[in-house]
């Protein structure tokens, strides 16, 4: 490996054997690398799929998992920044198995439909075209050139496998055994023209699980699996290009020699620590939602993550590092409806967030949220919820914390509870680092005019 350009001879303008050796491993390196991050949002969504089946049991043409327990129930899931708060029902669909399938959404809920790169597809309930009153969505399999009948709102997809997912609020869904009857007879899949089945709805609370992608030479097997699945079209001839070049191709068997097996490798542990620069020092300007606050935004150029015509590369993979779920509604203005978000993985003086500190947020009167607010801490190396022994690492409305006499609400981290604080208190394991998100459901004007905003976080 080049740790040196000086290390590269040329005798007479040609190479030598030494550095042909030397730049073929950094070309390959350097690609498997640039593959790791290019496809890190299909890789997201075959890990999500592929856990709906391995770990929790159901099929992929129609079943269904529902974490039917809030906040607690999430906690022994391993999965990029779930919420607290919400009761999520979700389901691999498969089209090259249903056809053309019809999606029965419930009223109220907020959902989406990804497809197998988590590219958006549709926005179901309350943001979708729907508008929160219910209906049938009919989705389309690749290269679909059938009857298209009326009454159904209709999407296509590029792949055969989507995620479809909604999150509604206990106080409409019930919780538990009731949340299981709801979203079973509310929220339904079936092949179009034949009688509506559900094949099993599982219940995912309190069960070890893990949707997140593999982080070694997995990922290529994984990504490998995708490419013999789906159809060619799902993919840009650059992308194929680049996994042909790796010895990925549709059609022959993935055989990496002993060489290609350690370029992999390595190109996974130079991908993986790209991105999490990426991700925790976003470079972009745009990264930094208040120019006085360390509070930084997910969608940076929308849920495209594109400006001026260019896909932005590093917005990318800072989403799709630390997050799930493409959808408008979760970056565009629209006062009531969706949600936004706010990250942060540092304190006010610009430290990283360390979990044997102590620290406080304070969040001033008046939080802009119409449905709900929630503080949610995740573990910085999984980025998914921080497992801490407390029954969940957030504080939400629902949790109704102390507030202080001019209604501001200090939300404490650390090791240790302060003294009389523990309601507003999410507990944080030394020698780990951490970040949080804060969420706004129905998020309202101080938020978007920015009349409104939080403090930084300050070490005690």
């Not at 906690?75 to 029902?89: H, P, R, V």
């Not at 926005?123 to 009948?149: F, H, S, T, V």
């Amino acid at each position: 490996m080049i740790t040196s350009l000086d290390e590269l001879t040329f005798e007479g303008g040609y190479p030598t054997v030494e550095t042909i050796h030397k730049i073929y491993d950094q070309i390959d390196v350097q690609r498997a690398a640039q593959a790791y991050l290019d496809f890190m949002p299909a890789l997201s969504m075959q890990a999500v799929l592929d856990a709906h089946q391995r770990d929790y049991g159901v099929s992929e043409t129609g079943g269904m998992i529902v974490y039917a327990e809030p906040g607690e129930g999430k906690s022994m899931a391993i999965g990029l920044t779930y919420n607290t708060e919400s009761i999520y029902a979700s389901m691999c669909v498969d089209l090259k198995q249903t056809g053309p399938a019809v999606i029965e959404v419930p009223p109220m809920v907020l959902g989406v439909i990804n497809d197998g790169f988590m590219r958006f597809v549709a926005d179901l309930g309350n943001a979708g075209p729907d508008r929160g009153q219910g209906g049938k969505y009919l989705l389309l399999p690749p290269g679909y050139k059938g009857e298209i009948p009326d009454g159904y709102f209709v999407f296509r997809s590029s792949t055969f496998r989507n995620w479809v997912m909604v999150r509604g609020l206990e106080q409409m869904t019930g919780r538990g055994e009731a949340a299981l009857a709801y979203y079973q007879e509310h929220f339904k899949v079936h092949p179009w023209g034949e009688g509506v089945y559900q094949p099993g709805v599982v219940n995912a609370s309190f069960k070890p699980g893990n949707t997140t992608h593999p982080r070694d030479i997995r990922y290529f097997e994984l990504l490998d699996k995708m490419i013999q699945y789906e159809p060619l079209s799902a993919f840009t001839p650059e992308e194929l290009g680049l996994l042909h070049a790796l010895g990925i191709v549709k059609g022959s068997k993935f055989q990496p020699d002993e060489r290609m097996q350690r370029i992999l490798s390595d190109g996974v542990k130079l991908g993986d620590g790209m991105a999490k620069a990426i991700a925790f020092a976003n470079r972009d300007p745009q990264a930094r939602v208040y120019s006085d606050r360390h509070w930084e935004r997910f969608f940076i150029g929308g849920y495209t993550f594109e400006r001026d015509g260019a896909r932005l590369l590093d917005s990318r993979t800072l989403f799709h590092y630390t997050a799930i779920v493409v959808t408008p509604a979760m970056e565009v203005q629209r006062v009531g409806v969706g949600s936004q978000y706010l990250g942060t993985y540092r304190d006010a003086s610009g430290a990283y967030l360390n979990g044997g500190q102590a620290y406080r947020l304070r969040l001033p009167a008046g939080i802009p949220a119409r449905d709900f607010w929630s503080v949610t801490v995740y573990d910085a190396e999984t980025r998914s919820l921080l497992q801490n022994g407390q029954p969940k690492p957030s504080v939400s409305t629902f949790d109704r914390p102390e507030a202080n006499p001019d209604g501001s609400i200090d939300i404490y981290f650390g090791p240790q509870a302060p003294n009389g604080k523990e309601k507003n208190w999410v507990k944080t394991l030394p020698e780990q680092g951490w970040f949080t998100i804060i969420r706004f459901y129905g998020p309202l004007e101080p938020f978007f005019e920015q009349t409104w905003k939080p403090d930084d976080i300050v070490r005690q």
